[in-house]
């Protein structure tokens, strides 16, 4: 399934396949990858729904927003996916063997989930990858929408990042883009102009609702996240794989950093989505779907936007 397809050039391509990814994992040859990064549900045993609307500014609008400004709503369309598993980690456990086979010497893996799972996750990537394989667990910290008030809200995600080898993996420590100090007074005016790498914590925003990063798939995670995964632990002409690929974050940020991406997903409408996404990308050959409707349909919308949002 692993199709290695090359442009007119000869140079190879990146690849979005509609498939089932355990079909893809199992006719993919060892070794071809050299970063995964994957966000499969999160087994919250509810469906996952987005529902993108547009607003216009309007007296008599249905909504209220900033300074009291009242806006007319429209609806525009819903996606959603099923995120309840009997046993999740007997679904997850052959993709992650795989993932682990799939992955080059000196590759790494990054595993996207949230606090209900992580603990079960984390016993069984060490089953899988070996305890000494794991590197870190980043928390994704962020504070926006409801938030409880019967206990702490759950305002972050966990990144388990394993390597397939602790002595010889790829961390591109320069490559990482600096972060204000949050005692900048502490440090010294030199330091605090130059900034700090991010620890294992990282404040990042969720993507805006009016962003025009934003896609409308349910669950989509910001650029700004991937874009530095990417940077830290791959190289530019790698491979990447997200075989959970969504909205297709992991190629976008792919794109931004001349790295070369597969993405899978059995979902059609996250191959739409994609499909809107990349409307513009001649170096993608895909797989099972084809885009060329929703890319027409993404490239007349955009020419009636604004010139900033485009």
């Not at 993507?207 to 409308?216: D, I, M, W």
């Not at 050959?285 to 919308?301: I, L, R, V």
């Amino acid at each position: 399934m692993l199709g290695g397809v090359l442009d007119v050039s000869g140079s190879p391509m990146s690849e979005i396949y509609l498939a089932d990814n355990l079909d893809f994992l199992e006719q993919t040859p060892d070794a071809s990858y050299s970063l995964i990064y994957i966000d499969p549900p999160f087994n919250t045993g509810i469906a996952q729904e987005r529902t993108r609307i547009k607003t216009l500014q309007s007296a008599d609008g249905d909504r209220v927003g900033f300074g009291d400004r009242r806006y007319i709503t429209t609806k525009i369309g819903t996606m959603s996916f099923s995120d309840a598993f009997d046993d999740y980690l007997a679904f997850l456990q052959p993709r992650l063997e795989h993932a682990r086979r799939v992955l080059t010497g000196g590759g790494s893996l990054y595993f996207h989930i949230d606090y209900r799972e992580v603990h079960y996750c984390k016993v069984l990537l060490d089953s899988i990858f070996g305890r000494s394989c794991f590197l870190n667990e980043i928390i994704w910290a962020y504070d926006f929408g409801g938030k409880s008030k019967s206990k702490w809200p759950p305002k972050h995600d966990n990144i388990l990042v394993y390597v397939k080898d602790p002595n010889n993996y790829t961390f591109n420590v320069d490559s990482i883009e600096r972060i204000p100090y949050m005692a900048p007074g502490l440090v010294g005016s030199s330091k605090a102009k130059q900034g700090k790498l991010p620890t294992d914590t990282w404040w990042h925003t969720i993507v805006p609702t009016n962003s025009s990063e934003r896609t409308g798939y349910p669950t989509q995670k910001p650029l700004g996240i991937l874009r530095r995964i990417v940077l830290a632990s791959s190289n530019a002409g790698e491979r990447v794989l997200d075989f959970f690929a969504g909205s297709g974050t992991t190629g976008a940020a792919c794109l931004e950093t001349g790295r070369r991406f597969t993405l899978v997903d059995s979902n059609p409408d996250a191959l739409v989505v994609m499909a809107k996404r990349f409307a513009s990308e001649t170096c993608i050959a895909w797989h099972g779907f084809d885009p060329t409707p929703y890319q027409q349909e993404a490239k007349q919308s955009r020419l009636f936007m604004p010139i900033d949002e485009r």
